[in-house]
């Protein structure tokens, strides 16, 4: 029973790191219907900086603010200089550039702080909190993590479901022809879309970071169990992606405890092919079909 909690508590964790990145996704999705795979490496990228700031003794926090600010310029730059650029082709298009900028990241990351594994301060300690001797199974840093998922879970509901700005994001992109018409400046909300996922992506990367050390291709991993949770969730729902990542991160967990870490991956595709079977949209879509 004591093994089972253990792994619930650790599958929980890891399953809210999974659901920053994932989160980030939708909110591309929600804003551009683009997927980003790009996601993984400007997470690194803004953990980089952060590490960077942190070696020159800035404080942890302060660093922490600084890595989120630098990603939500460096989203807004890539959207702006590159996937607008991308969007006037094919919907593939859009696609490639993002791979591509996955790719350019991490071997500029490389050339920048080279491609050693490094360590990343948690600030809040790794050992497990004990009670009467026992071993909870979960350490301040797991509170940690699961603060600050829920602060922007909230976040970002609250500004979809309940603010101007959060309506313009979204009918930008299910209508941006629309949109324009009514005066919304959509070029703004998308570059708003991808600037606000890139800050999210940096959040996931400073969280996973002490956990799977810092290297340029580090977020990979994340980046697929985060994609398979989107997809589980529904690519549209921010509340779908934190249930969806939930769901990965425990399930991976008690397959890596009892079957073996070599069964993780295999593991993490059966759950999606059987969820896309049951409900191709995902578990929590809100999205109607079209009819003509």
């Not at 004591?2 to 994932?22: D, E, F, H, R, W």
Request: no cysteine; proline share 3%; hydrophobic share 60%.
């Amino acid at each position: 029973m004591t093994k089972l909690i253990t792994l619930l508590l650790i599958g929980a964790s890891n399953g809210l790191i999974y659901a920053v990145v994932a989160i980030g996704l939708v909110l591309i999705w929600r804003s551009t219907r683009v997927v980003n795979f790009a996601q993984a490496a400007m997470a690194m990228f803004s953990t980089y900086i952060a590490a960077s700031l942190i070696d020159r003794k800035v404080p942890y926090f302060l660093a922490f603010i600084l890595a989120i600010v630098f990603a939500f310029i460096m989203g807004s730059v890539i959207e702006r200089t590159l996937m607008r650029q991308a969007a006037k082709g094919t919907p593939i298009s859009s696609v490639i550039v993002a791979v591509g900028v996955l790719i350019t990241l991490e071997a500029l990351a490389g050339v920048i702080w080279g491609a050693n594994l490094r360590n990343f301060p948690s600030h809040f300690s790794l050992v497990e909190i004990k009670t009467g001797g026992v071993k909870l199974g979960i350490s301040p840093f797991d509170i940690y993590i699961f603060v600050a998922v829920l602060v922007l879970l909230l976040a970002l509901v609250y500004l979809f479901q309940y603010t101007k700005l959060g309506m313009m994001m979204r009918a930008s992109a299910f209508a941006p022809e629309v949109s324009r018409l009514l005066g919304i400046r959509v070029g703004r909300m998308l570059t708003l879309g991808w600037a606000l996922a890139s800050a999210a992506g940096a959040v996931a990367g400073m969280l996973a970071a002490p956990r799977v050390f810092l290297f340029p291709n580090n977020m990979d991993a994340v980046l697929v169990f985060a994609f398979t949770a989107a997809i589980i969730g529904g690519l549209d729902s921010p509340v779908g992606a934190l249930i969806g990542a939930l769901v990965m991160g425990i399930s991976l967990s008690l397959i890596g405890g009892y079957l073996g870490s070599d069964l993780e991956n295999p593991g993490a595709f059966v759950i999606l092919v059987v969820v896309l079977m049951a409900r191709p949209q995902g578990i929590f879509s809100s999205i109607a079909e079209r009819r003509v």
